[in-house]
């Protein structure tokens, strides 16, 4: 259950009245005015089974009925609230927890790491849990903050020192496997337009290149400066033209979304000029033009697992911390096909 005891008063912003749902008057009585100093309305006629109660300048209304429920919150932090991506996750874990009477409060870091922590913390002072979606804090931070979060879920991090249950996408495999498609089409010179410096996702990436490499020495690897958005990817449509590669494996969706407009306007054709992949699948990718071939990332498992993971550790502290791991599935589609000859 939810610690309310360092909510209070001050907390209470702007509101004209509060209706309270009771069912003993004479407990109410004893907690409103004798407990928070409240007093009773004098302007207003009372009764024994109805009473208003002054807390400074906000006014609590007291019927006797049923006792109400008040429902519980968990708290969802995530690095960029406009990423499909993200949406998608807490999409999928509002819906399940809403199954259970649970509500989702949400907070943006903005890719900015050091509002990681701040963010989280509030996040859990107010919330019966937290879920951390994929955060920029180095693990030397994450480790540390971890054991002050509990309970706590992780989406694409793991913790070392402290038990935590993790969600992982192996994003290395992921960017293997259209790595190999791309060399299975005939490409030798292949780009990689990276993603935001401080992402564990990106960092897996670049390892599981890594190892694409060693796999296929005949290839010639490049690197792109890019990021995550539809802006990054349109940027980089130069440095995309003319650094020479035939096949370009994008971080994620939405910048391939962005690197394919930028590339039409400088009159340079996908698939026939220049083969595009993307990453995650999101529900669009499949209705650009050409359509984007993509690692397909199991997204409403990720965010109906996370709310399980989390409702077992509310009702049970010593609850199982498993890590999970998923697999992306290559989706092929009209943005890649054999080089020009």
């Known amino acids: 259950?939810?610690?309310?005891?360092?909510?209070?008063?001050?907390?209470?912003?702007?509101?004209?009245?509060?209706?309270?749902?009771?069912?003993?008057?004479?407990?109410?009585?004893?907690?409103?005015?004798?407990?928070?100093?409240?007093?009773?309305?004098?302007?207003?006629?009372?009764?024994?089974?109805?009473?208003?109660?002054?807390?400074?300048?906000?006014?609590?209304?007291?019927?006797?009925?049923?006792?109400?429920?008040?429902?519980?919150?968990?708290?969802?932090?995530?690095?960029?609230?406009?990423?499909?991506?993200?949406?998608?996750?807490?999409?999928?874990?509002?819906?399940?927890?809403?199954?259970?009477?649970?509500?989702?409060?949400?907070?943006?870091?903005?890719?900015?790491?050091?509002?990681?922590?701040?963010?989280?913390?509030?996040?859990?002072?107010?919330?019966?849990?937290?879920?951390?979606?994929?955060?920029?804090?180095?693990?030397?931070?994450?480790?540390?903050?971890?054991?002050?979060?509990?309970p706590l879920v992780l989406i694409n991090r793991t913790t070392e020192s402290s038990s935590t249950p993790s969600l992982v996408v192996d994003y290395g495999h992921g960017i293997q496997k259209l790595g190999a498609h791309l060399v299975e089409l005939g490409h030798r010179r292949i780009a990689y337009l990276t993603g935001p410096e401080r992402s564990a996702s990106n960092v897996q990436r670049l390892r599981g290149l890594e190892k694409f490499v060693q796999d296929y020495p005949e290839v010639e690897l490049q690197f792109i400066p890019g990021g995550n958005t539809y802006d990054a990817g349109n940027e980089a449509s130069d440095a995309v033209a003319s650094c020479g590669a035939t096949g370009i494996l994008v971080f994620n969706d939405v910048a391939a979304m962005g690197l394919l407009h930028g590339l039409s306007e400088r009159g340079i054709r996908v698939p026939e000029d220049l083969s595009i992949t993307g990453y995650d699948d999101m529900p669009f990718a499949r209705y650009t033009m050409p359509g984007l071939t993509t690692a397909a990332v199991p997204i409403a498992q990720l965010g109906s697992l996370a709310w399980r993971r989390m409702r077992e550790h509310i009702k049970h502290a010593d609850a199982e911390s498993p890590t999970d791991h998923f697999e992306p599935l290559l989706e092929i589609r009209g943005s890649t096909a054999p080089p020009k000859a």
């Open 1 to 150: 259950m939810a610690d309310y005891g360092e909510e209070d008063v001050g907390n209470i912003i702007s509101l004209e009245h509060v209706n309270v749902q009771i069912s003993d008057q004479a407990l109410a009585t004893l907690f409103y005015v004798v407990g928070l100093g409240g007093t009773r309305d004098p302007y207003l006629n009372v009764g024994l089974n109805n009473m208003w109660v002054n807390v400074g300048e906000q006014r609590f209304l007291l019927p006797t009925r049923s006792p109400q429920v008040v429902r519980c919150r968990i708290g969802i932090v995530v690095p960029d609230l406009s990423n499909p991506t993200f949406q998608s996750i807490l999409r999928d874990v509002s819906v399940a927890a809403a199954r259970d009477g649970y509500r989702v409060l949400i907070a943006d870091s903005s890719e900015v790491s050091s509002e990681e922590a701040i963010l989280a913390g509030e996040a859990r002072r107010r919330c019966d849990g937290v879920v951390l979606c994929a955060p920029r804090m180095s693990q030397d931070e994450l480790e540390e903050l971890a054991p002050t979060l509990h």
